[in-house]
């Protein structure tokens, strides 16, 4: 079985699961692992000691991530440092957008999108005939690991946290 890519498009879910302690299960079950810019740039923002494990467990897993580099990551970084008061509340949305819309025009592109953030689901569904983009939250992903017996029970594992079940899927045409 060929496994995705997988795409990481906000810190929420990496720091659920560094919560979890179940990081370890996203080189299980993609290809390679993509976190777009401003993801990182989010987790260096956060208090250390939820984001600190987190980057730690990033940096272990460099060789195996791919930086995703988007046109207005930049702009947005320079806008955080400078002006944080005028930080645009979509512009992570933009960014991952500008992504999702370079990936889909590679031919065979095969991408699980990671999160639970509804308009991440639509702006994925959108994107390109030549692309199979699934899109699920944190929930989903831990069914998708016990049905593949990574993990014992997802809703064990779940207890406490409030995750919606969402799966979008996009099929080449």
Known sequence: MKRPDLLLPDAASLLVLGELGLLDLLPSMANRLVLVDLVQMDLEHRAPDIAVPVLAWLHDQADRIQLGVTPSGETLRRLWHYEPAYWPSDGALTAIAEWLADAVMEADTDLLVLTDNLRL???????????????????????????????????????????????THRRRR
């Open 121 to 167: 689901h639509e702006i994925a569904s959108i994107r390109g005939p030549d692309a199979d983009i699934d899109v699920m939250g944190l929930h989903g992903l831990l069914e998708l690991a016990e049905a593949q017996g990574l993990v014992a029970s997802a809703t064990d594992r779940l207890i406490g946290c409030s995750l919606q079940q969402r799966v």
